[in-house]
């Protein structure tokens, strides 16, 4: 039973990169999968100490229109696709995702065409 215990206490102490080189290996040399958030990844998510990783995935949330809501809008429209009618309620609830899960690169970019067209943004 110690040697469990002891395991189970290696397990939890892995930092993320560990975690995922053990999954890695478990996948490579014996053919195991762990499922969706299995026992490898809370283990993993447990240790968010100064060394975690840099967050990789970014949702742009528009907090505010600002004064110039109809050029709001139309940038809304260019980066969602979305129509005119579905692009106004999004600007006008305010709070909302614009994009979500987008790349820091393409969040900043978001980011930056929202707030010259006058938009208060926030990532996160």
Avoid at 29 to 40: F, H, L, S
Avoid at 55 to 62: H, Q, S
Avoid at 72 to 88: N, P, S
Avoid at 101 to 106: F, L
């Amino acid at each position: 039973m110690a040697d469990i215990k002891a395991l189970a206490e290696s397990i939890v102490g892995l930092t993320l990169l560990e975690a995922q080189e053990l999954k890695t290996l478990l996948k490579d040399e014996y053919g195991i999968e762990p499922a969706a958030g299995g026992a490898v990844m809370v283990a993993g998510a447990a240790d968010a100490g100064p060394a975690a990783e840099e967050k990789d995935e970014f949702d742009v949330i528009l907090k505010a229109a600002g004064d110039k809501k109809i050029n709001v809008i139309k940038e809304v429209r260019a980066i969602t696709g979305l129509g005119l009618k579905e692009a106004k309620d999004l600007v006008e609830a305010g709070g909302k995702a614009v994009k979500e899960g987008a790349t820091k690169a393409e969040a900043e970019e978001i980011k930056a065409k929202l707030e010259a067209a006058g938009a208060e943004i926030e990532l996160k």
